[in-house]
């Protein structure tokens, strides 16, 4: 099976500090493709990063950043100087390939809720 | 740009009404997605189309009924649902299907359903 976890369903920084969210997938796949998405209160589903199996080097986007480990299936983001605006449910996804054919479709993790707080 | 935008943002509908959810998008994208999203819990695919062809049904009920009219629109015909399907209906598009980071998703706003 192919799943993915996020094991902290709930997490809460101060605003200007460093959060980390851990997510962990499982595949027997050797390349494959990883994503942070958030969804704000107001729902709107948003890419934050993307990473490569291939690509050794963590994806950064701004204050975003991800400690790819591909040998411990690995996959976790590092928001630095948290903004209120961060506040969010952050879902990792993984690009799971569906049978012999060239389908796939995103495996989710259950998501962590990021309060920052003032 | 990466705007994908939906119509209605909210929608409630008795078991018995017919309704439609519209997704639109206009960065040429050529793969679209249905998902429903329930409060708290990540979005479960329902609908993939590739090239305005259907490529993934999720064994989604008769009771939702996709259209892909063109490139840039997807539909979502509802009939005779259920109140357990009262959720978030989330449209996302991709560049491409089956072509790696092409495959990235960019997705709506959301419609808001309830039925009643």
């Known amino acids: 099976a192919q799943t993915v976890t996020q094991s902290q369903p709930e997490m809460s920084v101060q605003e200007a500090e460093t959060v980390t969210l851990s997510c962990t997938y499982d595949?027997?796949?050797?390349?494959?493709?990883l994503f942070w998405y958030k969804q704000p209160p107001s729902r709107q589903m948003i890419l934050v990063i993307r990473q490569e199996a291939y690509k050794q080097q963590n994806a950064t986007e701004n204050r975003f950043s991800v400690n790819f480990q591909k040998a411990a299936k690995s996959f976790s983001l590092k928001i630095s100087d948290s903004q209120l605006g961060d506040t969010a449910m952050y879902f990792c996804?993984?690009?799971?390939?569906?049978?012999?054919?060239?389908?796939?479709?995103?495996?989710w993790g259950l998501g962590t809720s990021l309060a920052v707080n003032p | 740009d990466t705007e994908v935008t939906q119509t209605p943002k909210h929608l409630v509908m008795g078991m018995t009404n017919k309704k439609s959810l519209k997704c639109e998008q206009h960065m040429g994208h050529r793969a679209m997605y249905w998902y429903k999203q329930k409060a708290k819990k990540p979005p479960e695919l329902m609908f993939v189309?590739?090239?305005?062809?259907?490529?993934i049904n999720e064994s989604v009920p008769s009771r939702f009924s996709p259209e892909c009219p063109n490139s840039s629109l997807l539909n979502l015909h509802l009939h005779a649902l259920q109140p357990e399907d009262s959720a978030l209906y989330l449209c996302?598009?991709?560049?491409?299907?089956?072509?790696?980071?092409?495959?990235?998703?960019?997705f709506g706003p959301g419609t808001r359903l309830l039925v009643l």
């Open positions: 996302a598009s991709s560049q491409e299907f089956r072509q790696g980071l092409q495959e990235t998703q960019y």
């Open positions: 996804a993984f690009m799971k390939r569906l049978n012999a054919g060239n389908n796939r479709k995103l495996i």
């Open positions: 189309y590739s090239y305005e062809k259907l490529s």
């Open positions: 595949t027997s796949e050797n390349n494959y493709y």
